[in-house]
């Protein structure tokens, strides 16, 4: 029997100055309240009661044992009652993590949204790709885009990201269009380096169902999808990019598409979070903030809101 239930048992002989009294109000046996107070006593060390044929009566020490043990008893009734009140409300804070370029485009607005709805949360929105220890890194939601996930992480799948190769127009007047991903051999690649990118492209066709993973010349390997794009603006060679990102710079004549007939693999939007069961309200309320509106969008909320332009320039020197 746990120490608190055996506490609470004590105080209830000791209240009632009877074990049978005590046992009838805690819906025990009176063998089971007899047994609790004896083992008390015994990993204590005193003597708590004093029995006799008539009545039970408390002995210096169980007075004092009693006045500790209905402050132990009084504490956690209190703490019950705090977190119940609490998990009641959706209040706190929130520590989460997300790509930077994917955060500031699409999630402040998603976020801004809930703590609208929700003004006692607190967000602390942490920018970056790495998929740190939840633990150590004191995250309790985080948002991923990957083709998997360690399978040790507890994650939802959301949405996905189209993908495209783009390339600058200069770059294709001066080494051409590939028509087909056997010709990537003979171009400049531009190649993301992160922990869960995938360095190989692959590519299916949609109507011949043609799968193929095109022998590659890296000119240039990058842990950013930021520089990635810069590099392609720059006309260093080939890249896979966010359909998202790329897209307006194809409207404004900045980016080309490369092999549109061909579809790359669109990598996931994840949610990883710490564990299943037991996520505060405020967590649970957000996990369901966000599918609900990726799936509203079919997978990729819109930008409400175009982020600022860097120049490229100065990302690759």
Not at 35 to 59: I, N
Not at 244 to 252: N, S
Request: net charge positive; charged share 20%; hydrophobic share 45%.
């Amino acid at each position: 029997m746990d120490r608190l239930k055996a506490l609470e048992i004590f105080a209830a002989v000791a209240e009632r100055n009877s074990f049978t009294r005590a046992a009838a109000a805690l819906d025990l046996s009176t063998p089971v309240v007899t047994r609790a107070v004896q083992e008390l006593e015994q990993s204590l060390g005193l003597r708590l009661l004093q029995r006799s044929t008539r009545r039970v009566a408390l002995t210096r020490e169980g007075e004092a044992a009693l006045a500790r043990a209905r402050g132990v008893i009084g504490a956690y009734e209190a703490l019950m009652h705090s977190s119940r009140q609490h998990g009641a409300e959706v209040a706190g804070d929130i520590r989460f993590s997300a790509p930077a370029s994917f955060g500031a485009a699409r999630l402040a607005p998603l976020l801004a949204d809930f703590m609208a709805q929700h003004p006692q949360v607190r967000i602390d929105l942490v920018l970056g790709d790495a998929l740190e220890s939840m633990d150590d890194g004191g995250v309790d939601l985080a948002l991923r885009i990957a083709q998997v996930l360690p399978e040790h992480l507890v994650a939802r799948r959301i949405g996905e990201v189209p993908m495209g190769v783009y390339a600058a127009p200069a770059y294709l007047r001066a080494r051409g269009l590939p028509r087909d991903p056997g010709e990537l051999a003979g171009h400049d690649c531009v190649v993301h380096s992160g922990p869960h990118a995938s360095r190989a492209w692959q590519f299916s066709h949609p109507v011949t169902q043609e799968r193929t993973q095109p022998v590659l010349r890296q000119a240039l390997r990058a842990n950013h999808v930021d520089a990635l794009m810069a590099a392609a603006l720059l006309g260093q060679g080939l890249a896979v990019l966010p359909r998202v990102l790329a897209d307006p710079a194809v409207a404004r004549g900045e980016l080309q598409p490369v092999l549109a007939a061909w579809a790359c693999p669109a990598p996931g939007i994840f949610l990883v979070y710490r564990e299943r069961q037991h996520q505060p309200l405020r967590v649970r309320k957000l996990i369901e903030h966000l599918t609900k509106a990726f799936d509203a969008a079919d997978g990729m909320p819109r930008i409400v809101a175009r982020p600022p332009v860097v120049q490229a320039q100065g990302l690759l020197h």
